[in-house]
Each structure stands twice: as C-alpha cells, then as structure tokens.
C-alpha cells in the first residue's frame, strides 16, 4: 500500500521532461530525410535523389546508410516512386543501393527459410550492381554481408565481403554491426572471437564514433541468443556506450539506436536513474532493435519508460518533496 502511495504520489513528478507518449516515434527520419522523402506519396523523387548523391558526394557514410535503409523500407510498403527514379536515372548509384538494400529486406521477410535463400540469391545481381556502381562506397557491402548471412555463406567469402568493407570505410558502424551478426550465426565463430571482434573495433575509433556501441550490442546479442559467456563484458559495455552518449547532443538521431540497446541493457541490470537519463537523450527516437525482441517496438519502448519512472518513484520516501533531485 505504501509503494503504491509513492508511486502515486511522485510518478508524474519523475521523468515529467520526457517526450509525451504520441511524440514518439518509430525509427524516425532525420530532418533531411524527412524533407526529401515529404513529396514521395505523389511521385517526387528528385529531392531525395538529390540528398543521397550529397551523402555519398561528401562521403557521409552512416548518415547515408540509415537513408537506404529507411528508403528501402519505404519501398516495400508500396507506391511506384522508385520504379520512377529508376527509370529517369537507370546508371544512378544511389538508386542502386536502394533496390538492392530493398531486395534483401524483402527476402529476409519470407515465410520460409528455402524461399528466403531463392530470393536472397535473386538479390545477387542488384548487390553486385550498387556496388560496382559506387566504388567507394561501404553500404552496397554492408548489404551483401547481410546476404552472405541469410546464405549461410562460407567463412571465407564472408572474410572477402568484410575486406571491401572496411578499404572503404574501417569504422562504418552498419557493416560493423553486419559482420557482428554473421559472426552470431557462424557455427566457426567462438564466444571469444565474437566479442573479441566488438571489443577490438571499439578500441580503434575516436570518441562519438558508433562503433564504440558495438560490445554492447555484442553483449545483448549474446544474452539473446544463449551464447554464454557475456556476463563479465556487460558493465564495461554499458559504460562505453554511456560514453558514446555523451558525446551526442540529446535528442540526436545518429545515435538512437546504441541508445535504445542501452537501456535495454540498464533496465535489465536495474540501474533505474541511468536509464531514465537514457530515456532522456534519446528523446522521441524509439528504435525496432532491441524492442522487437520482446513486443511490438514502439509499446515495449513506451512500457519500458514507464516502468522506470514507478520504479523511482517506488524508491523515494513518501511525503518527500515532489520534483526532488531524485527526478
């Protein structure tokens, strides 16, 4: 009765900073990419045929992959904007690596393993293509990882796919986060050589890099699949991402993603403070992964943070006084 006084009492008073739960949002667009992307319901695609070519022209190489992804998503959910461009542009390599990002998405979403593999090796074509259509660019590799994984691909063609990843980019966190998967599900891969390949990738980049969250992710992946082993890494994994946070401005879009593991990870070590701070610098970005994991994304992101404000509030004396650094 006493806990339920508390949390009654001092609930709206614990993260009342946060976003309101209708402003967040799904694996939202950055601001760019939701203004080129406004037009595409009526078949404009040039605004953002015009920001994938500056992303690639400026070599923005992780703000480029989480347009192709967005974009290859948008695709699947229909309209004919892309079929447009391609036709308009049919040498572009931007819409090269949309269509082949699009293909392998598409096959990985089928309702069996022998017709994901059929469609997967359908993909082929388009992958190569946007890769050769764009030679510096690291996310055509970052998708035929992903293939190569769904393919249960040899060690050894997976070791020639990463090489052409990282001559392009060393630190490019989607093939990082890529190559960390199909390590997952290489039976040749050991506990040891999978988060040894995290922990050697974030020990290479500067601070802010994204690559720092990816012992984290490292970490939740192996807990999630039953890998043992991990335990010992959590903490320190949990600290490097908090690093990474840091650096970020609240509220960022790059960031969201290795933020959304975070608390996953800090509400799972009960550290309820840190990850309502998490709640905080993440702000409306809620992320598909983790949550998909455990629920429909966005519910399971807005459950989760209201579940950390009761269990700070539960924590805090009765008759304290409301709005207390304890917020």
């Given at each position: 009765?006493?806990?339920?006084?508390?949390?009654?009492?001092?609930?709206?008073h614990i993260g009342a900073d946060l976003p309101p739960d209708d402003a967040v949002l799904l694996d939202a667009?950055?601001?760019?990419?939701?203004?080129?992307?406004?037009?595409l319901d009526d078949g404009d695609f040039k605004p953002v045929a015009e920001l994938l070519a500056w992303t690639r022209d400026a070599?923005?190489?992780?703000?480029?992959?989480?347009?192709?992804?967005?974009?290859?998503?948008?695709?699947?959910?229909?309209?004919?904007?892309?079929?447009?461009w391609l036709d308009a542009d049919p040498d572009s390599p931007d819409v090269a690596v949309v269509r082949a990002e699009a293909a392998v998405?598409?096959?990985?979403?089928a309702p069996s393993a022998a017709d994901r593999v059929a469609l997967l090796r359908e993909a082929g074509p388009l992958v190569r293509d946007a890769a050769e259509a764009s030679t510096g660019d690291p996310v055509p590799w970052r998708t035929a990882i992903t293939r190569a994984r769904g393919l249960r691909a040899q060690r050894e063609d997976f070791d020639g796919l990463w090489a052409q990843a990282v001559a392009r980019s060393p630190h490019h966190f989607g093939c990082h986060v890529s190559a960390l998967r199909f390590l997952r599900d290489d039976e040749q891969c050991g506990q040891e050589e999978f988060l040894a390949f995290a922990a050697d990738a974030a020990d290479s980049v500067l601070p802010g890099s994204l690559v720092l969250g990816l012992p984290l992710i490292a970490v939740y992946e192996s807990l999630l699949s039953g890998r043992p082993?991990?335990?010992?890494?959590?903490d320190s994994a949990i600290t490097a991402a908090q690093e990474l946070s840091a650096w970020h401005s609240r509220g960022d879009r790059e960031p969201a993603e290795v933020r959304n593991v975070l608390i996953q990870m800090l509400i799972l070590r009960k550290r309820w403070a840190e990850a309502l701070d998490q709640f905080r610098a993440t702000g409306i970005h809620a992320t598909a992964f983790p949550w998909r994991h455990t629920g429909e994304?966005?519910?399971?992101?807005?459950?989760?943070?209201?579940?950390?404000?009761?269990?700070?509030?539960s924590g805090v004396r009765l008759w304290a006084k409301p709005g207390g650094p304890y917020t």
């Open positions: 009765m006493v806990a339920m006084s508390r949390m009654l009492r001092h609930v709206p667009p950055d601001d760019r990419l939701a203004a080129a992307t406004a037009r070599a923005w190489w992780e703000t480029r992959d989480r347009h192709v992804a967005w974009l290859a998503e948008r695709h699947l959910e229909g309209g004919t904007w892309l079929r447009e998405r598409h096959a990985w979403r082993g991990a335990a010992s890494y959590v994304p966005r519910r399971e992101f807005l459950e989760m943070r209201t579940g950390v404000r009761v269990q700070l509030a």
